[in-house]
């Protein structure tokens, strides 16, 4: 688990455990899930909608044995169906805000009872705008009762009749893999739902979100030339383990995230003007788009570019083994400094190595 997040939810606990610290305790909480959504924002923003139906780890055990779709509606789901349907025992965001339409979702339940090709089915149909606005719907809603939660109201439990309310609504599957979950809710008092769902049940479905992202840019990246459009080596780059590189659809590098169509000036350039990369061009020494326009903090990435244009890409990718194998850094711009003649000097020194 996220260390920092897992100890935010640790502090968190121990603070709204104690009447002093308790409002102090609710204001992390709403930072942690304010942390957590800006994950969700970041996939939903800048994956691309084929992403949210895949299944890459395949229909095993765990939370990342799911698809991105489902782990946003069975995220929020639950969390509507616990605070909304069990805590607040009126609201029903799903239903009140006409979203089963909008999201163009075939189930209400919380998606638990899915598996294997219904679940990848499921995924498909979901509207991921939709959905990701229904999410966050929940989300304020819930940090609305949230705020306005009283130290004494923790230790608040349920009733028969709160349990056959949920029954009821069918909110909840009768399958085995689901049906378990309502027992579960009313076995517990307010302080325990705010550890499920509330907090530690985000962190687990984003962390396996994040797993699922960063194994569909390994799977896309796979048999793609490594070289960036701008001459970096993406086999080689700090963000290697969640972009899956600008000649993919799984772009997520910063340029490209930053971009308003989600394409790195660099690269949109490259394709109109029908190069490979920037290394074909003329104008590479004195370029000022894209990631050139950073100047000498980026200085790195146009010495590459003109190292492949005096050599040729293998070449790069040879002297970049050699030094990320006898030398510690993170980003490569801290080995060639910010000069661009001493760049290119310092990887031909490398490449006699
Ligand atoms: S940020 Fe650029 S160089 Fe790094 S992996 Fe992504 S596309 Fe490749
Ligand atoms: S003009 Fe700049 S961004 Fe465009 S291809 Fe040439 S070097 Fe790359």
Same mark, same amino acid.
């Given at each position: 688990m996220n260390k920092d997040w897992s100890e935010k939810n640790k502090k968190m606990q121990a603070l709204i455990s104690k009447e002093a610290t308790f409002d102090e305790g609710i204001k992390l909480l709403i930072e942690l899930r304010t942390e957590l959504f800006e994950q969700i924002s970041f996939i939903v923003k800048t994956f691309p909608p084929v992403a949210f139906y895949q299944l890459p780890f395949g229909d095993g055990e765990g939370n990342h044995c799911t698809t991105l779709a489902w782990s946003l509606w069975h995220t929020f789901r639950i969390e509507d169906i616990v605070s909304h349907e069990l805590i607040l025992k009126n609201k029903r965001i799903l239903f009140d805000g006409g979203w089963q339409e909008k999201t163009s979702s075939p189930i209400i339940t919380t998606g638990n009872e899915l598996a294997g090709d219904t679940l990848i089915e499921f995924s498909k149909k979901l509207n991921i705008k939709a959905t990701y606005d229904y999410c966050k719907a929940v989300m304020d809603f819930t940090n609305e009762m949230l705020e306005h939660l009283k130290f004494e109201d923790l230790k608040k439990t349920f009733t028969g009749e709160d349990r056959e309310r949920l029954v009821e609504s069918k909110c909840v599957s009768s399958d085995e893999r689901a049906s378990w979950l309502i027992d579960y809710w009313c076995g517990k008092n307010i302080k325990g739902l705010i550890q499920?769902? *509330?907090? &530690?049940? +985000?962190?687990?479905?984003?962390?396996?979100?994040? #797993?699922?992202?960063?194994?569909?840019?390994?799977?896309?990246?796979?048999?793609?030339?490594?070289?960036?459009?701008? %001459?970096?080596?993406? %086999?080689?780059?700090?963000?290697?383990? +969640? $972009?899956?590189? $600008? &000649?993919?659809? =799984?772009?997520?590098?910063? =340029?490209?995230?930053?971009?308003?169509?989600?394409?790195?000036?660099?690269?949109?350039?490259?394709?109109?003007?029908?190069?490979?990369?920037? =290394?074909?061009?003329?104008?590479? =020494?004195?370029?000022?788009? %894209?990631?050139?326009?950073?100047?000498?903090?980026?200085?790195? @990435? &146009?010495?590459?570019?003109? *190292?492949?244009? #005096?050599?040729?890409?293998?070449?790069?990718?040879?002297?970049?083994?050699? @030094?990320?194998?006898?030398?510690? *850094?993170?980003?490569?711009?801290?080995?060639?400094?910010?000069?661009?003649?001493?760049?290119?000097?310092?990887?031909?020194? +490398? &490449? %006699?190595?």
């Open positions: 499920m769902p *509330f907090s &530690r049940h +985000w962190i687990m479905h984003v962390e396996a979100m994040q #797993r699922i992202k960063n194994k569909l840019c390994q799977q896309a990246k796979k048999g793609v030339d490594q070289i960036a459009y701008c %001459g970096l080596s993406c %086999g080689h780059c700090f963000l290697t383990s +969640w $972009c899956g590189s $600008c &000649r993919t659809i =799984y772009n997520t590098c910063s =340029y490209a995230i930053s971009s308003p169509d989600g394409v790195c000036p660099n690269t949109a350039c490259c394709k109109e003007k029908g190069l490979d990369g920037c =290394y074909e061009c003329d104008e590479l =020494y004195n370029c000022k788009k %894209g990631f050139y326009a950073l100047g000498k903090d980026t200085n790195a @990435i &146009r010495v590459m570019a003109l *190292f492949i244009q #005096r050599h040729d890409k293998k070449e790069l990718l040879k002297v970049m083994d050699t @030094i990320h194998s006898k030398k510690k *850094f993170e980003k490569i711009q801290e080995v060639l400094g910010y000069d661009v003649e001493e760049g290119l000097k310092i990887l031909e020194e +490398w &490449r %006699g190595n």
